[in-house]
C-alpha cells in the first residue's frame, strides 16, 4: 500500500504541470478554435529561456520564471498578431499549417542557438528529497506542484472574477455574440494566444529542473497537451486540470508495475480508450 500512495503521490505531482501544459491548449483552442501543433516546442522555449538565464547569469531556475512567463506571453502575442490574426478567416487546415510551421522554426533556431545536445540544470534541490512518514518526494517537483496550483488558482479567479475572463468566457462561447456586446474579440485572441504561450513555457521552466533540455522534444510535449486536453475535453479548462493529474497517475502506474520504457504507451492507451468511449472527453459534454 506505501508503495502504491508513493506511485500515486509521484503521479499526482507530474499531472499537476501537465495540467498547466493542458490548460494552455485548451485555452487557445476554446477560444480561437486553433487546434496549436507548435505548443510543446513553446515549453521548449521556457525550458531554454530558464536555461540560458540559469547559465549566463546563475539565476535559480524557479526565480526566473516570471521572466520566463513574461517573455513568452510576449512572443505569444506577436506570432498571434504577426502569424495567426492575418489568416483568421482563412480555412481551418491553414492555421493548422502555419501552428505546424512555426514549431519547425521556433526547434530550429533554438537547436541553431543551443546545439543539439541535451542540456540540463544541475542545482542543491535537483536530486533532494524530503519525507512525510514511509513516503518520499522530490524537492523539485514539491516545489513545482506547488506553484501549478498557485498557477491555477490565480488562473481560475482571472476567468471567473474579472472583466477580462469574462470577455474570454464570452469569446469561447460564441464570439459574434461577444462583439455585439462591445468586446474587442481581435484583442481577446491575442491575450489568450499569449497566455497559452506563457503556460506553457512556465510548464517548461517547471520540468527543467528534472528533466534535460533538448530543441527536438517539443512534439513529445504536444502530443502529451493533446492527451490531457482531450481527456478533459477539447476547450474544457478545468476538465484539462483532471485530464492532467489521470495522465500523470497512468503514467506513474505504468511505469511502476509493467515497464518504464513504455511510459508513454500507457498515456496513449488511455488517449485512445476515452476517443472511442466519450469522443468530448471524460469532462467534456458532446455537442450533439
Do not use: C
Not at 499526482?12 to 498547466?20: M, Q, R, S
Not at 477580462?164 to 469569446?171: D, E, F, P, S, V
Not at 495522465?247 to 502506474?253: H, P, R
Not at 505504468?254 to 488517449?271: E, I, K, N, Q, T
Amino acid at each position: 500500500m506505501v508503495e502504491f500512495i508513493q506511485i500515486v503521490v509521484n503521479g499526482i505531482f507530474t499531472g499537476g504541470v501537465y495540467a498547466i501544459i493542458g490548460i494552455g491548449l485548451s485555452l487557445i483552442f476554446g477560444v480561437m478554435r486553433i487546434v496549436n501543433f507548435a505548443h510543446g516546442v513553446f515549453l521548449v522555449v521556457g525550458m531554454f529561456t530558464t536555461l540560458f538565464f540559469f547559465e549566463r547569469l546563475h539565476v535559480d531556475p524557479f526565480l526566473v520564471i516570471p521572466l520566463v512567463v513574461l517573455v513568452g506571453g510576449l512572443l505569444g502575442v506577436i506570432v498571434e498578431r504577426s502569424l495567426l490574426e492575418p489568416i483568421a478567416r482563412a480555412p481551418e487546415h491553414a492555421s493548422i499549417l502555419m501552428t505546424v510551421g512555426i514549431g519547425l522554426v521556433l526547434s530550429n533556431v533554438l537547436l541553431f542557438t543551443f546545439g543539439d545536445a541535451p542540456q540540463i540544470i544541475n542545482t542543491r534541490y535537483s536530486t533532494s528529497t524530503w519525507h512525510l512518514g514511509p513516503i518520499t518526494f522530490s524537492t523539485a517537483l514539491t516545489i513545482s506542484f506547488f506553484l501549478t496550483v498557485v498557477v491555477i488558482s490565480g488562473l481560475a479567479l482571472l476567468l471567473g472574477r474579472t472583466d477580462l475572463g469574462r470577455a474570454i468566457r464570452a469569446a469561447a462561447q460564441n464570439a459574434d455574440a461577444a462583439e455585439l456586446q462591445g468586446i474587442n474579440t481581435r484583442r481577446v485572441r491575442s491575450l489568450v494566444f499569449g497566455m497559452g504561450f506563457a503556460l506553457a513555457a512556465l510548464a517548461g521552466a517547471l520540468l527543467l529542473p528534472q528533466l534535460f533540455a533538448h530543441p527536438s522534444i517539443g512534439p513529445t510535449y504536444t502530443l502529451k497537451a493533446f492527451i490531457v486536453t482531450v481527456l478533459g475535453g477539447m476547450g474544457n479548462v478545468a476538465g484539462a486540470i483532471g485530464g492532467g493529474l489521470l495522465l500523470g497517475i497512468t503514467e506513474s502506474l505504468g511505469a511502476a508495475y509493467v515497464s518504464s520504457s513504455y511510459r508513454d504507451v500507457f498515456g496513449l492507451a488511455a488517449f485512445l480508450l476515452v476517443l472511442l468511449l466519450r469522443p468530448a472527453g471524460l469532462f467534456g459534454r458532446s455537442r450533439t
